[in-house]
T-cell receptor
Framework: DAGVIQSPRHEVTEMGQEVTLRCKPI?????LFWYRQTMMRGLELLIY????????DSGMPEDRFSAKMPNASFSTLKIQPSEPRDSAVYFC???????????FGPGTRLTVL | SQQGEEDPQALSIQEGENATMNCSYK?????LQWYRQNSGRGLVHLIL?????REKHSGRLRVTLDTSKKSSSLLITASRAADTASYFC???????????FGGGTRLMVKP
């Protein structure tokens, strides 16, 4: 299995631009999670999906953030407009079942100038 | 403080020594997991211990769980330089669907 795939691995953009991060979960996993990691705040859960349906988005910082999962093999996290404080590493993870082992992607390192 | 707090925040040891990291949590759980993160990489699952288990082993890893104290420990025996990484505990607080991660322990093993 290829594991969780994320793209791009690195993204540098200017403030105000739209950023789209992509994730392909492991086939057969029914849960998908988006996390953000910074030195100051550690690892934060932004949103998670079960069977493509968003279950809890209480971690999404503000309306500038949105996430979709149009099918079982693809999810996006969009930031529009981006701000310098959004700079972080964004991880996608998937699992088979609730509360089970999560498999993380390599992350997308986002820098907003 | 948040669910799943690790202690210490940083640990530096010599190769061959044992490393012990602790995790405390606040709510009831179904299981507690430990993950490892190498610099610049995603988290990798190490071991899962269920709430009805007290101790679990995997290679050089030993995990204990004390539900009465709401705490867990991760012991790495005979450490190697390659064990240098951050280690996180994660709990399914209130036996929920998601995991809550602690702040992690940064372990440095000097050759």
């Amino acid at each position: 299995d290829a594991g969780v795939i994320q793209s791009p691995r690195h993204e540098v953009t200017e403030m105000g631009q739209e950023v789209t991060l992509r994730c392909k979960p492991i086939s057969g996993h029914d849960y998908l999670f988006w996390y953000r990691q910074t030195m100051m705040r550690g690892l934060e859960l932004l949103i998670y999906f079960n069977n493509n349906v968003p279950i809890d988005d209480s971690g999404m910082p503000e309306d500038r953030f949105s996430a979709k999962m149009p099918n079982a093999s693809f999810s996006t996290l969009k930031i529009q407009p981006s701000e310098p404080r959004d700079s972080a590493v964004y991880f996608c993870a998937s699992s088979r079942g609730a509360g089970h082992t999560q498999y993380f992607g390599p992350g997308t390192r986002l820098t907003v100038l | 403080s948040q669910q799943g707090e690790e202690d210490p925040q940083a640990l530096s040891i010599q190769e061959g020594e044992n490393a012990t990291m602790n995790c405390s949590y606040k709510t009831s759980i179904n299981n507690l997991q430990w993950y490892r993160q190498n610099s610049g990489r995603g988290l990798v699952h190490l071991i899962l211990i269920r709430s009805n288990e007290r101790e679990k082993h995997s290679g050089r890893l030993r995990v204990t769980l004390d539900t009465s104290k709401k705490s867990s420990s991760l012991l790495i025996t005979a450490s190697r330089a390659a064990d240098t990484a951050s280690y996180f505990c994660a709990t399914d607080e209130n036996a929920g669907n998601m995991l809550t991660f602690g702040g992690g322990t940064r372990l440095m093993v000097k050759p």
